[in-house]
């Protein structure tokens, strides 16, 4: 029996802004480390994420009914084609509803290499968006 490899903790690399498109508030995020999008996932059998994205104007809400969230992923780093591995279910507070669009989701690892981006809709067209993402990695 070979001993698991113990568990890696990984926050992405924060986004300062990125800016829903004009096609109906959009969004393309791939989610990095360091500057890398792709992650060596060889030694793990699952990834726990933690998702937020939020306006970072206080005038500005999260309509959760309309706002849709999805994680994708780059199961082969050497071919681009981006596959939907799951949509995000927002957690809504009894409170503050629609200050921050926060979900969280477990996966089984799909490669031994990963990459992975967050893809929406349903947010204000042209509105800044800040997103914070981590993954917890375990055998």
């Not at 809400?61 to 949509?87: F, M, Q, S, V």
Request: aromatic letters at 12%; proline letters at 9%; one cysteine or more.
């Amino acid at each position: 029996m070979t001993p698991s490899s113990p568990p890696r903790h990984v926050v992405f690399d924060p986004t300062p802004e990125i800016f829903a498109t004009d096609a109906n508030g959009s969004i393309w995020l791939p989610l990095q480390v360091e500057g890398q999008s792709v992650l060596e996932t060889h030694a793990f059998d699952e990834v726990r994420l933690m998702i937020s994205l939020w306006y970072p104007s206080s005038k500005r809400t999260i309509d959760l009914d309309r706002a849709y969230l999805e994680l994708r992923g780059l199961i082969d780093p050497n071919d681009e084609h981006w596959c939907k591995l799951a949509e995000i279910e927002p957690v809504v507070p009894a409170y503050d509803a629609g200050k921050s669009f926060d979900g969280w989701m477990v996966l089984p690892i799909f490669s031994t290499r990963s990459a992975f981006g967050l893809a929406g809709s349903g947010f204000e067209p042209r509105a800044r968006l800040q997103a914070r993402v981590s993954a917890y990695f375990v055998a």
